[in-house]
């Protein structure tokens, strides 16, 4: 078994290159990415150049490999990115810092070992920021025009699980139980963009963390409220579906506003409607 | 955690920059998903109202 574990916070074309570099002389036949998104991502990406070649600009969409992939386990150790359960490799360009989805589904994890044992030891802010960020996947797959009964089934079970646990795990970082259901929303969220992709709140954040640097479950988290604003005349319905799913007291005659105000802080969120 | 964007950020946003951001959130596959059509200008809006 050979390790690499050189990988940063939002991966690059360089840090892919780099461990298709080490794993190649390896002669590598099976993958097992273990820890965050960018860990996962950055193997699923280096899965792509060790055995179809070029650079991962050349599988920027979906579908662009053509030749067999190696086997891939993925083990998350924070709950958020639900990389775990998807064929897409998220990768910014080395020279625009710009994110590219590269997906295909040979690139899609054969295992996904879900131990929230791993997800315990988490700082207290990795854990909102990528809380946060699971929040957001199941909340814009829920709504994107791809959206469909498959995708919204697991967007709502995932929801369900991350809106109930969420605090808990914030004030009790130690509820096995509790990170156990994020690490299993994480997963179904991440299952949803599987079906129906994301919308504009990723769109809108991808740009903060290649300009300013902010962290991506940060940035999600400050433009969701926002995109929900925008896109509430469309989709308010399906908004107060997820307020209904959380099992969050509405009163009736805000329901048809949708949800308008999203605040996070360090110690608590909460959503209201008005 | 901050829930403004001049928060996040620190400092204020010049307008080059929201225009830059707007440019570049447009080009984002994830963006042609929304549900609500995102024009270079929508995401200009969207980060005016996040400021």
Same mark, same amino acid.
């Given at each position: 078994m050979s390790v690499f574990d050189s990988v940063p916070e939002n991966p690059t074309t360089a840090d892919v290159d780099r461990c298709v570099a080490f794993a190649k002389p390896e002669s590598i036949d099976l993958i097992i990415g273990l820890g965050g998104g960018s860990s996962m991502d950055c193997a699923k990406g280096a899965n792509f150049l060790l055995t179809n070649g070029g650079r991962m600009q050349d599988y920027r969409g979906i579908g662009k490999a053509t030749l067999p992939m190696l086997p891939m386990i993925a083990v998350p $150790? $924070?709950? @958020? $990115? @639900?990389s775990e359960a998807q064929s897409f490799a998220v990768i910014a360009d080395a020279e625009t810092h710009m994110k590219m989805a590269c997906g295909d589904p040979k690139a899609a994890c054969r295992i996904a070992l879900l131990d929230p044992e791993l997800t315990v030891s988490m700082p207290r802010s990795v854990t909102a920021a990528t809380g946060i960020d699971a929040m957001t996947h199941a909340i814009e797959s829920y709504v994107? %025009? %791809?959206?469909?009964t498959i995708s919204q089934m697991l967007a709502r079970q995932a929801w369900s699980l991350l809106a109930e646990s969420f605090a808990i795990v914030l004030e009790s970082p130690a509820n096995i139980e509790a990170r156990g259901r994020m690490q299993l929303g994480a997963f179904l969220a991440g299952a949803a963009i599987e079906n129906s992709m994301l919308g504009a709140a990723h769109a809108a954040a991808n740009p903060l963390t290649a300009m300013f640097g902010t962290t991506h479950g940060a940035a999600v988290g400050l433009m969701m409220p926002h995109v929900i604003r925008w896109n509430r005349e469309r989709v308010a319905d399906s908004y107060f579906e997820l307020a209904l799913t959380a099992g969050w007291i509405l009163r009736t005659r805000l329901a048809t506003k949708g949800l308008r105000f999203w605040q996070l802080d360090s110690r608590s969120y909460s959503i209201s409607l008005g | 955690m901050k829930t403004q964007l001049k928060q996040s950020v620190d400092r204020s946003i010049r307008d080059d920059e929201i225009r830059q951001l707007a440019a570049e959130a447009s080009l984002q596959w994830t963006g042609t998903f929304n549900p609500a059509p995102m024009t270079p200008a929508c995401f200009e809006q969207l980060y005016r109202n996040a400021i």
């Open positions: $150790t $924070t709950s @958020g $990115t @639900g994107t %025009k %791809k959206r469909n | -």
